[in-house]
């Protein structure tokens, strides 16, 4: 969902990963192919892969990266709606997230290990 940019004694202000200045690493649960997603709409987000000729096919499930170091590995992000392999400077996917951000009701927050 996002990650708390600042807080008061009562309130937390949250980095929504549909932001278009969010940005986390996520991974293709088949395949294994990583890169980074950033925020599009509220109901989605593009995914640009670190690798040229990504293993990736429309309906695969993303899910955050081991690399990531902001959110534990595998939660939930989506899943895969288009592909441009040609696009520049790499590969690219439009990501639509599993629960939309206006659907949202309850949200978990994990304290960040040291």
Do not use: C
């Not at 989605?44 to 892969?49: D, G, S």
């Amino acid at each position: 969902m996002g990650k708390i940019s600042s807080v008061t004694p009562n309130t937390s202000r949250v980095l929504l990963i549909s932001d278009r200045t969010s940005q986390l690493g996520v991974t293709v649960s088949r395949s294994r192919h990583t890169g980074f997603l950033r925020g599009l709409s509220e109901s989605q987000a593009v995914m640009q892969f670190f690798d040229k000729v990504p293993d990736v096919k429309r309906g695969d499930a993303i899910v955050t990266s081991t690399y990531s170091q902001i959110y534990p590995a595998g939660l939930p992000v989506g899943k895969i709606e288009s592909i441009d392999l040609n696009k520049s400077p790499a590969p690219e996917a439009i990501v639509s997230f599993s629960a939309p951000i206006p659907h949202l009701e309850w949200a978990v927050v994990y304290a960040k290990s040291k």
